[in-house]
């Protein structure tokens, strides 16, 4: 009995190791007084701040893929609410337009969390120099700072994007 034991006790300390082998490790970015986690294989290729406090970062995902993280300070001035919109709605919804002008078709639009505090989502495919994308738009307020998420990518990339994109926002904090 007690081989058996053994045997069944260092198997399951081998799953277990196993398991913890198998995760993937994250890369982390912290400046500009937020972070998130993101995919190791996204490589970082920009990141410009300028001297109004606007932040954009460029990730190159691979495979024709990039995810664009932009800041907006001082947000409800460039979008003050309506009698019918907050700020964030506002932005959004002139987001969402200036997408449509340029040929984007909605695939889907939801509410969402993001750092605790509401955001809107809008998944849409448009054409870019005669290459198709299936894009996600994320758009979050923090105070009175903007923080968007734009992802591009192939449609038979999405899905994994998608899930690197899950990981940046799930994993986003300010501060």
Same mark, same amino acid.
């Given at each position: 009995m007690?081989p ?8 399951? +300390?081998?799953?277990v190791l ?7 490790e994250?890369a982390? $970015? ?7 986690d993101y ?10 701040a300028?001297a ?5 970062l460029?990730?190159d ?7 664009y +993280? ?7 001035a460039q979008f003050p ?9 506002r ?5 969402r337009?200036?997408l ?9 639009e939801r509410?969402?969390?993001?750092a605790?505090n509401?955001a809107?989502r809008?998944? $849409? ?7 198709a994308?299936r894009?996600?738009?994320v758009?979050?307020?923090q105070n009175?700072v903007?923080?968007s ?17 899950r990981? +940046?926002l ?6």
């Amino acid at each position: 009995m007690r081989p058996f034991l053994l045997a069944v006790g260092a198997l399951l +300390v081998a799953l277990v190791l196993g398991a913890g082998c198998s995760a993937p490790e994250l890369a982390i $970015y912290q400046k500009h007084g937020f972070s998130f986690d993101y995919p190791p294989a996204w490589n970082l290729t920009s990141d410009e701040a300028d001297a109004g406090g606007n932040v954009t970062l460029s990730f190159d995902a691979g495979g024709g893929s990039m995810l664009y +993280v932009s800041t907006t300070p001082n947000l409800s001035a460039q979008f003050p609410s309506t009698g019918r919109l907050d700020t964030l709605d506002r932005w959004f919804t002139e987001s969402r337009a200036h997408l449509l002008n340029v040929g984007a078709v909605v695939i889907e639009e939801r509410q969402e969390m993001v750092a605790g505090n509401p955001a809107h989502r809008l998944l $849409y495919a448009v054409r870019y120099d005669e290459m198709a994308y299936r894009n996600i738009l994320v758009v979050t307020t923090q105070n009175d700072v903007g923080y968007s998420f734009h992802l591009w990518a192939p449609p038979a990339a999405h899905e994994e994007m998608a899930a690197g994109l899950r990981t +940046v926002l799930e994993t986003f904090r300010v501060g």
